[in-house]
């Protein structure tokens, strides 16, 4: 196939690429009884396209039977399988009606199959697309987390608990962000190395970073009460709050890793504000309310947070087209060569870990 036969995607200006995937959402919408002509308002662009729909056709009714607005996301492509896609949203589905976690619930179309595929011939592309229920809340304020990630804690253990316990679907299929998953043979969001103004001495600190994360957790281990389900991506963008409930939405990253990833994850692109120290404390006060961490695992939690924040980079250096890469840009890459230059040195949240495991050692039997 020659470009001019068949345009790919990737090769349009970004203008066209961003009326391409409008285009796909209004041609998915007819699939839900939705008139072609609905409010669309794009949400975020990231890996995927999200889009606000209002329409008074919608799917879902209040109690009174007036329309609400819903959510449509247009998937890229060669992201995930249609089998790993079914899989996101059964666990979604488990986490509400057997957690009681409020979670975005996917709306089958008029077929009654939860994902459509929309085609395109002339750039030789079908995508995957679903349409969510939009549940209540607001971003988090940023200048006020404390109580938020103790919520949060709560919640990501209440998750973890379930992943645990859940019996996945015979199609079972997502990510691994395992050690090659993020940064080693696999690196499913490309190599840091490709990072913008990365520097020479900061790559010699950024790969000796690379070589203890390695070291690290493979003592570390990934039994199965380390290892697991996981969300992968809690950040900030990812959270409602709502009557003083935290809610998380967005589990298109859901995979296999580390289940302290997960609080590496909800501090992504904030690794350097002034009270992260407290901020993780509040998350762990949180999560220890539903669930047990151990020793090793508080032990670990710079590793992980080096581990995430270099995953980052390495989406940065890879999806540089997006607005979110393009603010972090170069700080992002000296921010992180800074947090691994205290990180090999041991001093990467000292103060957390010290403190963390010295009220462990006052709850364990002696």
Request: hydrophobic content about 40%.
């Amino acid at each position: 196939m020659t470009v001019t036969e068949k345009e790919p995607f990737e090769l349009l200006t970004p203008q066209q690429q961003l009326d391409h995937l409008l285009a796909v959402a209004k041609r998915a919408l007819p699939a839900w009884g939705i008139n072609a002509g609905a409010g669309i308002k794009l949400l975020s662009l990231s890996e995927n396209a999200t889009y606000l729909i209002s329409a008074d056709d919608s799917p879902v009714k209040d109690q009174s039977g007036a329309p609400q607005p819903v959510i449509m996301r247009v998937h890229r492509t060669g992201y995930h399988s249609k089998d790993a896609i079914r899989t996101e949203l059964a666990w979604m589905k488990a986490l509400q009606a057997e957690a009681q976690l409020a979670t975005p619930q996917a709306i089958p179309a008029l077929n009654n199959e939860i994902i459509q595929t929309v085609e395109t011939a002339e750039l030789n592309e079908s995508r995957f697309v679903v349409l969510f229920e939009l549940i209540p809340g607001e971003a988090p304020d940023e200048s006020q987390l404390i109580e938020p990630f103790k919520r949060l804690g709560a919640v990501t253990a209440r998750m973890h608990q379930h992943a645990r316990g859940w019996t996945r679907p015979e199609y079972f299929e997502r990510l691994v962000w395992d050690f090659d998953g993020c940064m080693g043979a696999v690196k499913l969001w490309g190599d840091w190395r490709e990072a913008p103004g990365l520097c020479a001495d900061m790559n010699v600190v950024l790969e000796n970073t690379q070589v203890k994360l390695e070291q690290r957790l493979r003592a570390y281990g990934a039994g199965d009460d380390k290892f697991g389900l996981i969300h992968a991506d809690l950040r900030l963008a990812n959270l409602l709050e709502s009557n003083g409930e935290t809610r998380v939405i967005d589990f298109d990253d859901a995979g296999l890793g580390w289940f302290m990833y997960d609080l590496a994850s909800a501090v992504s692109f904030i690794e350097t504000r002034d009270d992260l120290p407290q901020l993780i404390s509040a998350w762990l006060e949180g999560y220890q309310t539903q669930g047990q961490l151990g020793a090793d695992d508080i032990a670990e939690i710079p590793t992980f947070i080096m581990l995430r924040r270099m995953t980052l980079l390495a989406w940065i250096g890879s999806h540089s087209e997006t607005e979110l890469a393009q603010q972090q840009g170069e700080e992002f890459t000296r921010g992180t060569a800074m947090l691994a230059a205290r990180y090999l040195q041991d001093e990467l949240l000292n103060d957390v870990v010290n403190g963390s495991l010295a009220k462990l050692s006052t709850q364990e039997p002696a």
